[in-house]
């Protein structure tokens, strides 16, 4: 037991900082954190934060995430999906639809795997996300 | 743009379900979502879901693992940091309870950090920023 407070960010591996910030930042919409420097850009998503890496500037191979490692709420998943086809995003999935939520599966700019998602039934114990 | 609202959940992929749910809920003690299912374990750390996802299951239409390159498992080598109230403290909880650790704890001059491992080789951070950010407000 480590008395694990909460998630302060999760780390996306790029392989071109610019061309990712661009990415979360005008694709995605997501707003950039003011105490972000040069080289540690962050991006928040409402509950958690996202921190662009560079692994080979720690002499460290780049791996993109698997696919639906960052699984992003919005309202509506087929408007998001087709504002991000429009904007040349990479689908890797046609939606899916879970029983409980639907879903559609992207690669970012570098290849890391997220995707849209809303859950729309209400869990076991009548709350709704 | 689209109208992102939050983070869902954050998947971690495991070749060991079982083994991941005694770690995740046990040797970390994060709580288990009880809406959660045995084949889709979630934990929650406060501010954000943990999804365990057998790494079979990313085969699945939904996930498609082949497009992105890969036939195997490959742990994720980019961290999830969760908080904690004392690097060095938790450290050494983590240690007595057998988890690997990756190089000496560091302090980038705001923050301590201690990159460790679940037991599929998934790098995860204990993390703890002691200095204000620079408008003043702390975390």
Same mark, same amino acid.
């Given at each position: 037991?480590?008395?694990?407070?909460?998630?302060?960010?999760?780390?996306?591996?790029?392989?071109?900082? /610019?061309?990712?910030?661009?990415?979360? /930042?005008?694709?995605?919409?997501?707003?950039?954190?003011?105490?972000?420097? /040069?080289?540690?850009?962050?991006?928040?998503?409402?509950? %958690?934060?996202?921190?662009?890496?560079?692994?080979?500037?720690?002499?460290?191979?780049? %791996?993109?995430?698997?696919?639906?490692?960052?699984?992003?709420?919005?309202?509506?998943?087929?408007?998001?999906?087709?504002?991000?086809?429009?904007?040349?995003?990479?689908?890797?999935?046609?939606?899916?639809?879970?029983?409980?939520?639907?879903?559609?599966?992207?690669?970012?700019?570098?290849?890391?795997?997220?995707? %849209?998602?809303?859950?729309?039934?209400?869990?076991?114990?009548?709350?709704?996300? | 743009?689209?109208?992102?609202?939050?983070?869902?959940?954050?998947?971690?992929?495991?070749?060991?379900?079982?083994?991941?749910?005694?770690?995740?809920?046990?040797?970390?003690?994060?709580?288990?979502?009880?809406?959660?299912?045995?084949?889709?374990?979630?934990?929650?750390?406060?501010?954000?879901?943990?999804?365990?996802?057998?790494?079979?299951?990313?085969?699945?239409?939904?996930?498609?693992?082949?497009?992105?390159?890969?036939?195997?498992?490959?742990?994720?080598?980019?961290?999830?940091?969760?908080?904690?109230?004392?690097?060095?403290?938790?450290?050494?909880?983590?240690?007595?309870?057998?988890?690997?650790?990756?190089?000496?704890?560091?302090?980038?001059?705001?923050?301590?950090?201690?990159?460790?491992?679940?037991?599929?080789?998934?790098?995860?951070?204990?993390?703890?920023?002691?200095?204000?950010?620079?408008?003043?407000?702390?975390?």
């Amino acid at each position: 037991m480590i008395d694990a407070q909460r998630v302060d960010f999760i780390a996306v591996p790029v392989q071109d900082r /610019e061309r990712a910030a661009k990415f979360y /930042e005008e694709t995605l919409g997501l707003p950039r954190n003011p105490n972000s420097t /040069e080289t540690w850009i962050e991006f928040e998503t409402g509950n %958690v934060t996202l921190a662009l890496v560079d692994p080979p500037s720690a002499g460290q191979a780049f %791996v993109p995430l698997p696919s639906g490692s960052i699984v992003i709420r919005v309202p509506d998943v087929e408007t998001a999906k087709a504002r991000l086809q429009e904007a040349g995003v990479a689908l890797i999935a046609e939606t899916w639809d879970s029983g409980v939520c639907n879903g559609a599966s992207f690669v970012d700019s570098e290849g890391n795997g997220f995707a %849209v998602h809303h859950r729309y039934a209400p869990y076991s114990d009548g709350t709704t996300p | 743009m689209i109208d992102v609202q939050r983070t869902d959940f954050a998947t971690v992929v495991t070749q060991d379900t079982e083994r991941a749910i005694q770690f995740y809920g046990e040797t970390l003690g994060l709580p288990r979502n009880p809406n959660s299912a045995d084949e889709w374990p979630e934990f929650e750390t406060g501010n954000l879901t943990l999804a365990v996802c057998h790494w079979a299951q990313l085969g699945r239409e939904e996930f498609q693992w082949e497009q992105l390159g890969r036939e195997e498992f490959t742990p994720s080598i980019s961290p999830i940091a969760l908080r904690v109230p004392d690097v060095e403290k938790a450290r050494r909880r983590l240690e007595e309870a057998g988890v690997q650790f990756r190089g000496e704890t560091f302090d980038s001059g705001v923050c301590h950090l201690a990159v460790f491992h679940d037991p599929d080789g998934n790098r995860l951070i204990l993390h703890h920023r002691y200095a204000p950010h620079e408008d003043g407000t702390k975390p």
